[in-house]
């Protein structure tokens, strides 16, 4: 083990988390950004969760489920919780949480209306750093609302920034950081600059609360806060034991309840004169008797007024611990200093030496979003239907309640978010793309997140993964398998198999491959649906209702994706035939599978009832209409794209080293040599570079033709990615007449022009970057296949022919690119919004959007869903300095890790 790797801190916390249980993480982020308008806290009749839980709402109504709050921590069960809350002296409302419009306000769908950023985090959380832009002036509440109401989907959404309300810089830059002296003692600074030319005066109040565990008919002791001396609040909680909020300066302590203003939201009357919006009305309002004088309560904040003058900053020190300390701020300044140091060590031990400052920032900002983004998620569904009277075992069943066949969930663990505001709820495909990112920080954390979705207390008895809260019953793409192997490889390149890890999941993921062969191929086609499999309206019907025309679609993507489930579970077990021989049967099972889907494709011969278009040489969705005929979709869309990621190589040795497998398939051959010939033919001009096999939907007449797409310009290859619709649909809309409708797809590089799965998200046209990042793995497979010999034009028409291995560069160079400055200083992400291209407080602060516009690079979508986009990260690994001759000569499977392991000079994270 590489001795430097010992003296890293932030590697040793990590070591004792793990082998000793040093409670390093218990403390973090974990707090939601939004709680208000989720599922879990619609009680509605009609399932109405935007409206039933409303931001008006949040600051005097207490959450059954989760807390949420600015820039804030918690414990690992969210009882106890820390946030700020801000007041510019203008504003009608405190400012204790973020601010966005709910789908129904909004053109395009929910959209925060903030200005955050995870500047830094450590993976346990021992340095965190965050950036909150506060206006001087009222903030425009109302502007944004009707404003962003009145525009139709064929504009652009009205951002804060074009209220003009920073054009003068006359805002506060919040900075709050969080330094860890041990595991349970946590100093918080929190610096105010004022980046106007005058000074302006901020009311801070940094807030300390319990979770209301007490108020919902069960038995549940009641936690407490007092104070116990000038600036210091004592918190007792029966299981979590006593706390201390020591603050500096002896500030006044303001004391209430977390528990719901009924007389506001209802006019009926409180329980206790003292409710959640207490500071509220004390601060703004000026009612002294909001709050209690008896300095006692379960939420508690300490209340500053900072002026601050024109240009400069103003910094207040506190510190949250588990024990008394007599002298609370002594050392606060040489803590913090150290951390920062630890943090920076650490960074700079597994970032590439070969990036430069500008992509080193965006490496860093993108894995602090990631563990940012992890949130504390509780969800009890057995009590949740009891509560709406709607358990299916105990009650008959509302119709109008969602998930009432997950009765068996709880869920009730840290997580990481697609987005902790637009999307603060996990989706199972967004989580699996999260661990191939934080597996550069954090191993044990990443597989701990596969392995939560295949529990007993997420995974459903049948076999499926839950989706999302919205409905866990949806189907997302099935590429857990895939990150399940993708973090064993690259752990065991760094030094550590975790076998235990890989046959855990394999049993589970068993399971679900069965469900999905036994749900979703329901004709025995071995063609699959599945619905909008994560691809929201890329289709030109919504993919998960009932279709217009009747009869089925069979869809190129779902069967794609399962043609890469199989070979996913091939090689893992391969792997685990090392260890015990029976395995051998068991991969043979999912080969066979993958022949039979992967001919389901496109059979022997031309057929008009199957996905593959000869002539186009591009895959279709497939419509079966209820009087027998068949069609094809033709709408050249990622859809038709998908197949290419279903490509695997084999070693050549794999003949000798699996001869139950070689048996078992060459009797597969012989019964069935039409489809071997059609899908994996074995003469000797379908054996690659080194000996090696490929299996893979696409010969190489097939990949020739689908890349001919893939890399025109004027069709999928944008400046900035993988297009996930063809240009060329912009000015050959693909049109569908049926019962008198219309249905149409148009290229559109933005945002949505249609309402369908709430028109937040666009599949027709911008670029996705978990896609890409699987299309650029699929690159680097048939690479090690076809070796030097096989070259495309890229871009198509261009002249310039490339190997498979330096399309990748290509596109990775495309895909960063939209972060880094460009040749005039300016990102591509922000497009043409001149506050973040120009100003120097503005300029290299780095959002990673949900999808990016397909023909400038543009920021779309959710502006904090680094939960994908931080992919990235890896991205900007493996190419800082990634050799051809590496890859063609790497062991297959082992090229990414083995490239990161050279460039960071060592073993990582997984390393005891």
């Known amino acids: 083990m590489d001795a430097k790797i010992v003296d890293v801190a932030e590697q040793k916390r990590l070591n004792d988390t793990r082998e000793a249980q040093i409670p390093w993480k218990k403390w973090g982020p974990y707090l939601s950004e939004r709680q208000w308008g989720t599922v879990r806290e619609d009680y509605s009749e009609g399932g109405d969760a935007w409206n039933y839980f409303t931001h008006d709402q949040a600051r005097s109504r207490a959450y059954r489920w989760g807390e949420d709050g600015l820039g804030g921590l918690c414990d690992d069960t969210q009882r106890l919780c820390f946030a700020l809350a801000l007041w510019n002296e203008r504003d009608p409302i405190l400012k204790e949480r973020l601010f966005g419009l709910t789908n129904s306000e909004a053109n395009h769908g929910e959209d925060v209306k903030e200005y955050y950023f995870y500047l830094d985090s450590t993976p346990t959380h021992s340095y965190m750093k965050y950036l909150y832009k506060y206006p001087q002036r009222e903030y425009p509440y109302r502007d944004l609302i009707e404003t962003n109401r009145g525009r139709s989907r064929e504009e652009f959404e009205y951002e804060l920034l074009d209220t003009g309300i920073f054009d003068d810089d006359r805002y506060f830059d919040v900075f709050v950081e969080y330094a860890k002296e041990s595991p349970e003692d946590i100093l918080i600074c929190i610096t105010v600059h004022n980046r106007g030319p005058e000074a302006a005066r901020l009311r801070v109040l940094p807030t300390l609360w319990f979770r209301n565990t007490w108020s919902w008919g069960e038995e549940q002791s009641k936690p407490s806060l007092r104070a116990v001396g000038p600036g210091t609040i004592q918190a007792t909680h029966p299981e979590l034991g006593d706390y201390w909020l020591y603050c500096d300066g002896a500030p006044e302590l303001l004391f209430t309840e977390n528990e719901s203003n009924a007389q506001r939201l209802w006019g009926q009357p409180n329980a206790s004169p003292y409710v959640k919006d207490a500071f509220h009305a004390y601060v703004i309002s000026g009612q002294g008797k909001a709050v209690n004088p008896a300095k006692t309560g379960t939420k508690a904040a300490a209340h500053y007024a900072l002026d601050v003058p024109g240009g400069g900053s103003t910094t207040l020190r506190l510190r949250l611990a588990a024990a008394e300390i007599k002298y609370a701020f002594g050392g606060f300044e040489k803590t913090c200093k150290s951390r920062i140091a630890e943090a920076d060590e650490f960074y700079e031990r597994i970032t590439p030496n070969s990036l430069n400052e500008d992509q080193q920032r965006v490496h860093r900002q993108a894995l602090a979003g990631m563990l940012w983004g992890k949130q504390y998620y509780y969800f009890d569904l057995e009590q949740w239907l009891r509560e709406h009277k709607s358990h299916p075992l105990l009650e008959s069943i509302r119709h109008d309640v969602r998930n009432t066949e997950w009765f068996h969930m709880l869920n009730a663990d840290v997580i990481s978010m697609p987005d902790k505001w637009e999307y603060p709820w996990y989706a199972a495909w967004d989580l699996a793309f999260h661990t191939v990112a934080l597996s550069l920080v954090d191993f044990d954390f990443a597989k701990e997140q596969l392995l939560l979705m295949l529990r007993s207390l997420y995974f459903h008895p049948s076999g499926q993964i839950p989706a999302y809260e919205w409905n866990f019953s949806d ?438």
């Not at 059609?678 to 939907?697: C, E, H, M, N, W």
């Not at 309402?755 to 690159?779: D, E, H, K, T």
């Not at 100003?839 to 780095?846: E, F, K, Q, T, V």
């Not at 959710?862 to 931080?870: D, P």
């Open 475 to 912: 189907v997302n793409p099935p590429v857990h398998a895939w990150a399940t192997l993708w973090l064993y490889k690259y752990e065991k390149q760094l030094g550590r198999a975790d076998l235990r890890f890989l046959e855990h999941s394999f049993q589970g993921l068993m399971l679900n491959f069965n469900w999905w062969v036994n749900r979703k191929d329901p004709a025995g086609r071995n063609v699959f649906a599945g619905g909008f499999l994560g691809l929201d309206n890329i289709g030109i019907f919504d993919r998960s209702a009932q279709l217009p025309t009747g009869g089925s679609l069979e869809q190129a993507d779902g069967t794609a994706w399962m043609a890469f489930y199989c070979q996913s579970m091939v090689e893992i077990a391969l792997i685990l035939t090392e260890y015990d021989p029976m395995y051998e049967e068991v991969a043979f099972k999912f080969i066979q599978h993958f022949m039979w889907i992967a001919y389901a494709m496109d059979r022997r011969g031309e057929h008009h009832d199957e996905m593959w278009d000869e002539q186009d040489g591009f895959f279709y969705d497939l419509l079966r209409l209820p009087d027998g005929q068949a069609m094809r979709l033709k709408v050249r869309s990622l859809v038709g794209l998908l197949p290419l990621c279903a490509a695997t190589v084999f070693e050549g040795d794999a003949v000798t080293h699996y001869p139950r497998l070689m048996e078992l398939f060459a009797l597969f051959r012989k019964r069935h040599p039409e489809l071997v010939s059609q899908v994996a033919p074995t003469d000797a001009g379908f054996i690659g570079y080194k000996g090696r096999r490929l299996l893979s939907i696409l010969n190489k007449q097939k990949l020739e033709r689908v890349l001919g797409y893939m890399l025109d310009e004027n069709e999928f290859l944008g400046p900035h990615g993988i297009r996930s619709l063809s240009r060329y649909h912009l000015e050959h809309p693909f049109v569908f007449h049926v019962g008198g409708q219309e249905f149409k797809v148009q290229y559109l590089p933005a945002e949505s022009n249609t309402g369908m799965f709430g028109g937040n998200s666009n599949w027709r046209g911008p670029v996705w970057m978990p896609v890409n990042g699987l299309i650029v793995r699929a690159l680097l497979n048939l690479y090690q296949f076809y070796g030097d010999d096989f070259t495309v034009q890229c871009p198509t028409g261009s002249g310039r022919y490339l190997t498979l291995f330096e399309v990748a560069q290509e596109l990775v160079r495309r895909l960063t690119g939209t972060f880094l400055r460009d040749a005039n200083g300016h990102r591509p992400v922000y497009g043409g919004t001149a506050k973040f291209q120009d100003d120097p407080h503005w300029r290299d602060l780095i959002l990673f959007y949900e999808y990016f516009h397909g023909d400038n690079g543009a920021g779309l979508g959710a502006s904090h869903q680094t939960g994908w986009t931080a992919l990235v990260a890896p991205l900007l690994n493996f190419f800082g300095r990634l050799d051809a001759k590496a890859v063609l000569e790497t062991e297959r499977g082992h090229v990414l890790a083995q490239v990161i392991r050279e460039q960071v000079g060592g073993e990582q994270t997984s390393e005891k």
